[in-house]
Nanobody, 126 residues
Framework: QEQLVESGGGSVQAGGSLTLSCVVSGYTSNGYCMGWFRQTPGKEREGVGAIDGDGSTIYADSVKGRFTTSRDNAKNTLYLEMNMLKPEDTAMYYC????????????????????WGEGTQVTVSS
């Protein structure tokens, strides 16, 4: 059974850093598009960034230059390094995995992804 488990969330002051991890089991995500999303209460889940099968990445404008996603195929793990965090980055963060190599279609569309984790909370205080 496919399972994605996020970890690494927590509370940090503005300007700080966190790195999220997403371990995938029961499904070989190597070579497939994987993404990060976030959601706050009462708002739609929004795309943060994605990485496709060949390692190309794309990000939302709101996090570009501050967040970096990467993957370790040997560990079947996805990462999201978050720097210069802002209070508006506070949200539940989710990882997601697709079954195609490229992330186009668009990358931030939730329908692009077949499997989702349960999320990890990130709270940034001012």
């Amino acid at each position: 059974q496919e399972q994605l488990v996020e970890s690494g969330g927590g509370s940090v002051q503005a300007g700080g850093s966190l790195t999220l991890s997403c371990v995938v089991s029961g499904y070989t995500s190597n070579g497939y598009c994987m993404g990060w999303f976030r959601q706050t209460p009462g708002k739609e889940r929004e795309g943060v960034g994605a990485i496709d099968g060949d390692g190309s990445t794309i990000y939302a404008d709101s996090v570009k230059g501050r967040f970096t996603t990467s993957r370790d195929n040997a560990k079947n793990t996805l990462y999201l390094e978050m720097n210069m965090l802002k209070p508006e980055d506070t949200a539940m963060y989710y990882c997601a995995a697709g079954t195609t190599s490229d992330c186009s279609g668009p990358w931030s569309g939730k329908e692009k992804y077949n499997y989702w984790g349960e999320g990890t909370q990130v709270t940034v205080s001012s």
